[in-house]
């Protein structure tokens, strides 16, 4: 039987600003299943990065059901959404946002002693191995180049074998051949370990390898046929 990894039910975001509420997100329904690849693009302020983080817990809905792995995300403490995320998912964000004093292999293996591995450093090595990085092992984030830098970043995020990767532009601050070696790389992961994959671009070409691509435009879905990207 198929397992729902997200389900999404007329899920709403608002948030406060200097201009007063604002609504980024209008009634959101989908459900994504088990090993499934989403693609979700849409122009810039069209709330797929806000979508993404709904689903990664990192924003709080604020109408509406989010699920995930059959729980309620909404319902959670931020100590519990933050348990919730190590166990289960690994994300890749467009800035890298490695720890700037840790070389690479300690970026990759602290999530991995925050979940109680005692084979933390081992696992990181071998996946800085995974995506070519053995070599760069002991190097800080200021050593590396932006493309290593998300390398490091996609090793981190796959390391602790997560059931959930979520990547939000991940290839945005990389040229186009660092770019395609990173989905390359992002993909193999999802591949090898049987992760569901949701996917924010804005490239149509690239949403194209997922295995669904829904289009969000101010805040709703809207249908594909409109996309431009």
Excluded at 9 to 17: N, Q, V
Aim: net charge negative; proline share 3%; aromatic share 4%.
């Amino acid at each position: 039987m198929t397992q729902t990894i997200f389900s999404l039910k007329d899920a709403a975001l608002s948030l406060d600003g200097n201009a007063g509420r604002v609504d980024i997100l209008h009634g959101i329904s989908l459900e994504v299943m088990k090993g499934e690849s989403l693609g979700l693009i849409g122009p810039s302020g069209s709330g797929k990065s806000s979508l993404l983080m709904l689903m990664g817990g990192l924003e709080r809905a604020t109408g509406g059901s989010v699920k995930a792995l059959g729980q309620e995300l909404t319902d959670m403490t931020e100590d519990q959404l933050a348990r919730f995320r190590r166990a289960h998912m690994g994300v890749v964000f467009q800035s890298f946002h490695l720890i700037p004093t840790m070389t690479a292999l300690e970026n990759v293996a602290t999530p991995l002693e925050l979940a109680g591995d005692k084979d933390a450093f081992a696992k990181a090595e071998a996946e800085l191995e995974v995506v070519g990085l053995a070599h760069r092992a002991d190097h800080y984030p200021s050593q590396m180049s932006g493309g290593e830098q998300q390398r490091v970043a996609l090793a981190r995020a796959s390391a602790p074998r997560p059931a959930i990767l979520l990547a939000d532009e991940p290839t945005g601050n990389l040229d186009g051949a660092n770019g395609a070696a990173i989905i390359d790389l992002l993909f193999g992961l999802r591949d090898r370990h049987g992760a569901t994959l949701v996917l924010v671009t804005h490239s149509q070409s690239l949403a194209a390898r997922c295995d669904r691509v829904i289009r969000l435009a101010d805040g709703r879905v809207a249908p594909l046929k409109q996309a431009a990207e």
